[in-house]
């Protein structure tokens, strides 16, 4: 358990308004979508804002992340803004992609969110060329990796995770571990306990921690952070994670016991902090119900924004395949 | 002013320059810095540029492809080497849905400057997984350009217009050519993107081909004209972007056009290009497009099979000469 000193009330507090932010926007994402306001699919991290939330603490602002399909939560903690994260997911021009990636494809490069990615694994070698691209520069900054589970049975994970080893990237590989690849458990698909012992194959730290523990989390991956920006190579840091929702928003999800849910719950990553702001004194109520008003502020706002913004022109269907000779190369 | 080289080195000294001229310009894949690559096109630039930019990866198409995606989008300029194009299916996903499709998928926050670089082609006895013509598989995704060069002279300009291309561009060479010594200009030159050369000027009908065919159609070319037919020979160089004003202009004058190309008939390059012309210039044909292009077979090892399933110089003049009818 972390000591209650060592940390600025300014750092907690933001780790409280952060998670509080991913769950409001998610809950305002699955309204939208069940009132069927958005289109496609949306996949929501309600219940991992622990994980998400702690491994991006321990990055500098101008340190990179991927992120995956289940991506809302790691791009808004690394500073993405709701309204045009929500924007995104309406289709709308004033999104991040300006309506042409969609919930799974919340980009910024300028925030360093090099791409949630809507092809489970493709994140993880995309990571570790960024890394690379920070030893080649000889530049300090990190790059961190979220996956899930069932990414690391991709040959991306070996195949990355290998290379990142030999060469002593800059890298995390922070793996979200929520129990399911969409309906199969990850036991059933793999012989070990953990995904972080996989780590000794590569000769590198590897680490399972409570995802439901923001400041757990936040430890084991300030570790790892601080390893690789000392030029010493990546780490795996695995995260026990709880997947509320199905794997899209709508499943049922009657492939899981119902105990799972019920684990779930009793885990809230937020109400754990939240009890623990209070019982550490580290924060009142007050406080943190001021934090918990504002959210739902810039949540509301960033719905009225996103619904009010205008859909891109049906010409811009055809611009930004290429950035040289675009429209000779649609043409033809 | 002009120099002897083969193909293989007008592509290192492509390189070599490209790398000297931008420090972001890395190159890696497989046996690329102590081997200097199996065909040798990186040979000495391990000593030259140090291992950070030219780097030995392991045989991991999927991780390395993908890295250097990763590597495009914090502002360097990779050049993967693929030891064969038929590697891409170990590594569809990087270039398919990543490299491909991001600048798009952004709203065009993201450019990926990434060259392909991959042996092609039939010919060297390296039989089915090892000897493809995957043009048109590359042509199909948008978001790639495709580079498919022929001459030494050619291929040096067209890869440093790849390398400073801001799209990804796939560059493949025909493994036959490597060794092939020809005329390359002195000094620092470039051939930009979709532009197609005239190899051979004729009135009487255009071949239009690409790679290594182009030498194909140039022998056909000369074996046709002592029968009497005077036939163009049109190479595309790029087939994305495509010079479809240069395919205007010579069908105009000629009025019958043939695609020739090595890679499988079903599906190929030729249907599109077919259609294409049908489509913009069926007033302008005195014939139906002709198409001489591989079997729809695997390519086979034992050498008289491989010769016999992909075009041969006899098979182009008899063509031309049933299109003509004469």
Not at chain 1, 101 to 112: P, T
Not at chain 1, 276 to 302: H, P
Not at chain 2, 169 to 178: A, R
């Amino acid at each position: 358990m972390a000591k209650a000193g060592k940390y600025s009330k300014e750092f907690l507090l933001k780790l409280f308004e952060d998670m509080v932010r991913i769950r409001k926007f998610e809950e305002k994402a699955a309204e939208c979508f069940t009132k069927g306001m958005l289109a496609g699919n949306i996949h929501l991290c309600i219940g991992q804002e622990g994980s998400t939330v702690g491994a991006a603490a321990a990055l500098e602002e101008a340190d990179y992340i991927t992120s995956t399909h289940r991506g809302h939560g790691h791009c808004l903690a690394k500073g993405a803004k709701t309204d045009r994260a929500l924007a995104e997911l309406f289709g709308k021009k004033t999104g991040y992609c300006q309506g042409k990636g969609g919930s799974m494809h919340i980009v910024d490069v300028d925030l360093g969110i090099l791409g949630a990615n809507g092809i489970v694994g493709a994140g993880i070698p995309i990571a570790a060329g960024s890394a690379l691209a920070s030893k080649i520069k000889g530049d300090k900054q990190v790059t961190l990796c979220y996956f899930g589970d069932s990414a690391a049975n991709q040959g991306t994970f070996h195949e990355s995770i290998n290379m990142a080893a030999a060469w002593r990237l800059p890298a995390i590989f922070l793996c979200e571990n929520n129990g399911y690849g969409v309906s199969v458990p990850i036991h059933k698909v793999t012989n070990t306990k953990t995904l972080a012992v996989r780590a000794k194959a590569y000769d590198i730290p590897g680490e399972t921690v409570d995802g439901s523990d923001v400041l757990a989390v936040y430890e084991a991956v300030k570790k790892a952070v601080d390893r690789a920006r000392k030029g010493d190579g990546p780490s795996l840091v695995e995260t026990k994670v709880y997947r509320w929702q199905g794997h899209y928003c709508g499943d049922p999800a009657a492939y899981r016991p119902k105990e799972y849910l019920e684990d779930a719950h009793a885990n809230d990553p937020i109400v754990l902090f939240r009890a623990r702001l209070i019982k550490e004194k580290w924060a009142t109520d007050a406080q943190l119900a001021e934090i918990e008003e504002r959210m739902d502020r810039e949540i509301e706002e960033a719905a009225a924004f996103a619904e009010a913004s205008p859909y891109p022109e049906v010409s811009e269907a055809l611009t930004d395949v290429y950035s040289q000779d675009n429209e000779r190369c649609v043409e033809r | 002013m002009s120099k002897k080289l083969s193909v293989s080195k007008a592509i290192r000294e492509g390189l070599h320059e490209e790398m000297v001229r931008d420090p972001n310009v890395v190159v890696l894949g497989e046996d690329m810095a102590d081997m200097g690559s199996v065909f040798g096109i990186t040979q000495g630039f391990l000593e030259e540029f140090g291992p950070w930019r030219v780097l030995d990866t392991p045989i991991s198409e999927s991780g390395f492809t993908g890295m250097a995606v990763g590597m495009a989008m914090r502002g360097l300029r990779p050049v993967v080497e693929w030891m064969y194009n038929d590697f891409i299916t170990c590594c569809l996903d990087p270039v398919m849905n990543q490299a491909a499709k991001l600048r798009y998928m952004t709203g065009g926050q993201l450019t990926l400057p990434i060259v392909f670089r991959a042996p092609m082609g039939a010919g060297r006895r390296n039989a089915g997984q090892h000897s493809q013509c995957l043009e048109s598989l590359f042509m199909h995704i948008p978001g790639l350009k495709l580079v498919c060069p022929s001459t030494a002279a050619d291929a040096k300009g067209l890869l440093k217009a790849a390398i400073r291309d801001d799209d990804p561009v796939v560059f493949l060479e025909h493994k036959l050519l490597y060794a092939k010594k020809e005329d390359v200009p002195e000094g620092e030159y470039i051939i930009e993107l979709g532009k197609a050369d005239v190899k051979r000027p004729g009135k009487d009908l255009t071949i239009i081909t690409w790679s290594r065919q182009v030498y194909f159609a140039l022998e056909a070319a000369d074996k046709l004209a002592a029968e009497g037919y005077d036939v163009e020979v049109l190479d595309l160089r790029s087939l994305v972007p495509l010079d479809f004003q240069a395919i205007r202009e010579s069908v105009c004058k000629t009025h019958n056009v043939l695609v020739l190309e090595e890679g499988v008939k079903r599906g190929g390059v030729g249907a599109e290009l077919g259609a294409q012309i049908m489509d913009e210039l069926f007033d302008e044909l005195d014939s139906p497009v002709g198409r001489v292009a591989g079997a729809n077979v695997v390519s086979p090892f034992s050498p008289p099979l491989e010769d016999a399933v992909f075009p041969q110089v006899d098979e182009i003049v008899s063509a031309v000469k049933q299109q003509l009818n004469r």
